[in-house]
């Protein structure tokens, strides 16, 4: 609560709180966790939906972060169609836990 009233803390603990995915709601920087399935290696990858759009024509195409590794602070981002993503109950704080520990933590059971 305190990091949130200091004035200019409060912007860089806010923006914290979302990339580490303990944001919430419509100000969430991630809203779920997928699988998305890999065309050329037919893998699965771990995504972390950022937005879901409407292309003209096409339908619903869902905006997903593929982190990298080692860095998943770095990645790509997928514009795909919602067939192409595996839902997964994994919280968003728990897949980016498991990422930045390099996925020693593991993912929850049952994703």
């Known amino acids: 609560g305190l990091m949130e009233q200091v004035p200019g803390l409060s912007i860089f603990y806010q ?14 920087l991630f ?3 997928v699988f998305l399935k890999n065309a050329q290696s037919g893998s699965l990858e771990l995504g972390l939906i950022t937005d879901e759009i409407q ?14 590794s080692p860095n998943p602070t770095t990645g790509r981002l997928v514009l795909a169609e919602p067939h192409c993503c595996v839902a997964t109950k994994i919280p968003v704080d728990a897949a980016i836990k498991a990422l930045l520990s390099t996925g020693k933590s593991g993912l929850p059971v049952g994703a």
């Not at 923006?15 to 969430?28: D, V, W």
């Not at 292309?55 to 990298?68: D, L, S, T």
Request: charged share 25%; aromatic share 10%; glycine share 22%.
């Open 31 to 33: 809203r779920r966790v």
């Open 15 to 28: 923006t914290l709180k979302q990339i580490l995915g303990y944001g919430g709601g419509k100000e969430a």
């Open 55 to 68: 292309v003209e024509g096409q339908g619903a195409r869902w905006m997903v972060f593929v982190p990298g």
